[in-house]
C-alpha cells in the first residue's frame, strides 16, 4: 500500500521545481545595467529618509499573541468538533466552559482597547 | 505498486496543469476582462498574433514573456538572499494545499479503486490551514527583506491581517465539523449527496464567514490594505520585478482556486449534481459496463466540481470589483469583534441544534 503522503511529496518536489526554476530562470534571462542611482530603494522618487530597519508599533506584537491564544483554542475544537455527535450533552457543556473563559479573556481584551485601530 | 505511484503521479500532474498551469495564467486576463465589462470598457485586447486577437488571450503569453525578461532588481540594503527566498516560500504553500482538496468521488476502474484526491489525509482540513499559514512567512520575509518603508508597512499590515483572520477562519470551520464529523475533506464531500445535506443548508453563517475570512486571508479587494496602491505603493512586494513579482501573482491566483474548491466542497456538495444520486448516475450509463459508466460518471463530475470552482472565482472577481478597499481599523474590527464571537456563537447554536 503506498502511503498516502507520497503524493504530497511528488507535489512539494513539482512545486519547489517550479518556483526555484522561475526564480532562476528571472534572474538569467533578464538584462543586468546596474549603477547607484538606480539601485535605491523605491521613496517615491526621493532619497530614503528613514531606514525602515527600526522599532514598530505595539499593536502588531499585541495581535500576533492574541492570535496564538485563539488558535490554540481554535486546535481544541476541531477534535472535540469531530467527536461531538457521540460526546453529546457533556461535551456540549465542558466545550462551552473553555469557550466562555476565552470569551472573558476576549471581552476583557476589548474593553482594555487592545483591539482599537487609530 | 508501481501502478499505484503511476496513478498518483498523474493525479499530480493533474492538478498542477489545472492550476499552475490553467487557472493562474488564465485569471490574469479574466480578472482585466471581467473588471473591463463591469465598467463598460473593451479591455484587454490589444495583443495580437498575424491580426488575430482572439478577445485578448494573446496578452497572457506577453505578460508572460516580459515577466521573464525583465531586470531581476534587488535594491541596496535589501538581503538578497530573503529577498529571492520569499516568493517561494509563498508560492510553494500556495501549490501544495491542493493536493488533500479531492476533485471528484472514488470510481471503479479496471477493477481499481481510484479516489480522485493525490493525499486523502485524516486531517485533511487541518493540513489546508496548517500551510496556507506557511505563506505568511513569505510576506512578512518579503516586506523586511527589501529595505523600503512601504514594503515594511505592507508586510507588517499583511501579517497581522492574516493571522487575525487564520483564527476566524478555524473558528468558522468548527460548525462543519461537528455536522460531518470528519476532517476528511473527501468524507465531507461524500456526504453531501442529498441536496439537503450540503453545508450551505447546514452553516448558512458558517458559509458566509467562511468566505468573507478567506477573501481576506488571501488579501484581495475589499481587504486589500496590505497593499493598497494608494496608500503603500504595492506594499510588500514593492521592490519586486520580473517573475518574481508574477509569483506572488501566481500564489494569490492559485488561493483563489484553492478557495473556491474548499468552499465548494465544504459547502456546496462537492463534485455532486442537485438531486442526482452517483447510484443513478451510474446506473444511467450501465449499457457501457463497470468501467466505461465509472469513467463517464468521473468525467461528470469532475466537470461538475470544476464548473462549481468557475462560479466561485466568477464571484470572488465580482466582489474584486464591486466593493471599495475598506479601511485597516475596520478590516481588524469585522475580523475580531464581528466574525470572531459569531463563529463562537454559531459553535453554540450548532451544537444545540446537534444534540
Keep these: 500500500m503506498l502511503s498516502e503522503y507520497t503524493g504530497m511529496v511528488i507535489m512539494l518536489l513539482f512545486a519547489l521545481g517550479i518556483s526555484v526554476g522561475m526564480v532562476v530562470a528571472t534572474s538569467l534571462l533578464g538584462p543586468k545595467k546596474k549603477f547607484a542611482e538606480k539601485m535605491e530603494p523605491f521613496e517615491c522618487g526621493e532619497v530614503q529618509i528613514v531606514s525602515p530597519r527600526q522599532r514598530f508599533s505595539v499593536k502588531f506584537y499585541l495581535v500576533a499573541v492574541l492570535f496564538i491564544l485563539f488558535d490554540i483554542e481554535a486546535v481544541f475544537l476541531f477534535p472535540w468538533a469531530i467527536l461531538y455527535k457521540k460526546l453529546g450533552l457533556f461535551g456540549l457543556a465542558e466545550m462551552m466552559a473553555f469557550i466562555s473563559i476565552l470569551g472573558i479573556g476576549l471581552f476583557y481584551v476589548w474593553k482594555r482597547g487592545g483591539l482599537e485601530w487609530e | ?27 490574469t486576463w479574466v480578472e482585466r476582462k471581467q473588471s473591463a465589462i463591469m465598467q463598460d470598457r473593451i479591455g484587454a485586447n490589444r495583443a495580437d498574433i498575424l491580426g488575430f486577437r482572439a478577445l485578448g488571450l494573446f496578452h497572457i503569453m506577453a505578460d508572460g514573456l516580459k515577466m521573464f525578461t525583465k531586470e531581476d532588481f534587488i535594491p541596496r540594503g535589501a538581503n538578497p538572499v530573503l529577498h529571492t527566498l520569499s516568493p517561494i516560500v509563498a508560492l510553494i504553500p500556495a501549490i501544495i494545499t491542493f493536493t488533500v482538496v479531492p ?24 493540513f489546508v490551514f496548517a500551510i496556507a499559514s506557511i505563506a505568511t512567512y513569505g510576506y512578512v520575509i518579503a516586506g523586511w527583506s527589501s529595505n523600503n518603508n512601504w514594503s515594511l508597512l505592507g508586510s507588517m499590515r499583511t501579517t497581522a491581517q492574516m493571522i487575525s483572520y487564520e483564527v476566524t477562519m478555524g473558528l468558522t470551520i468548527i460548525g462543519v465539523l461537528m455536522v460531518y464529523e470528519s476532517m476528511k475533506l473527501t468524507e465531507i464531500g461524500a456526504a453531501q449527496e442529498s441536496f439537503f445535506d450540503w453545508g450551505i443548508f ?43 513579482f508574477g509569483m506572488f501573482f501566481m500564489a494569490e491566483f492559485i488561493e483563489m482556486v484553492t478557495i473556491s474548491a474548499i468552499v465548494t466542497i465544504l459547502f456546496f456538495g462537492a463534485w455532486h449534481i442537485p438531486f442526482i444520486t452517483t447510484a443513478s448516475l451510474l446506473s444511467l450509463f450501465d449499457f457501457l459496463g463497470t468501467t466505461g459508466s465509472n469513467l463517464v460518471v468521473m468525467l461528470i463530475h469532475v466537470g461538475v466540481f470544476f464548473t462549481k470552482v468557475v462560479f466561485f472565482i466568477w ?41
Design chain 2, 1 to 27: 505498486m508501481l501502478l499505484d505511484f503511476f496513478i498518483t503521479l498523474l493525479k499530480v500532474l493533474f492538478v498542477l496543469g489545472v492550476t499552475v498551469g490553467f487557472f493562474a495564467p488564465i485569471l
Design chain 2, 103 to 126: 476533485f471528484g468521488g472514488v470510481y471503479d476502474l479496471f477493477g481499481k479503486e481510484v479516489n480522485l484526491v493525490i493525499a486523502d489525509l485524516d486531517v485533511g482540513l487541518l
Design chain 2, 202 to 244: 447546514l452553516q448558512p453563517l458558517g458559509f458566509i464567514m467562511f468566505l468573507t475570512a478567506s477573501i481576506a486571508e488571501n488579501k484581495r479587494i475589499p481587504f486589500d490594505a496590505p497593499e493598497a496602491e494608494s496608500e503603500l505603493v504595492a506594499g510588500y512586494f514593492t521592490e519586486y520585478s520580473g517573475l518574481k
Design chain 2, 315 to 355: 464571484f470572488q472577481m465580482t466582489i474584486r470589483w464591486t466593493l471599495p478597499r475598506f479601511r485597516y481599523d475596520q478590516i481588524m474590527d469585522l475580523g475580531w469583534k464581528i466574525l470572531l464571537p459569531l463563529s463562537l456563537a454559531n459553535i453554540l447554536v450548532t451544537g444545540l441544534i446537534l444534540i
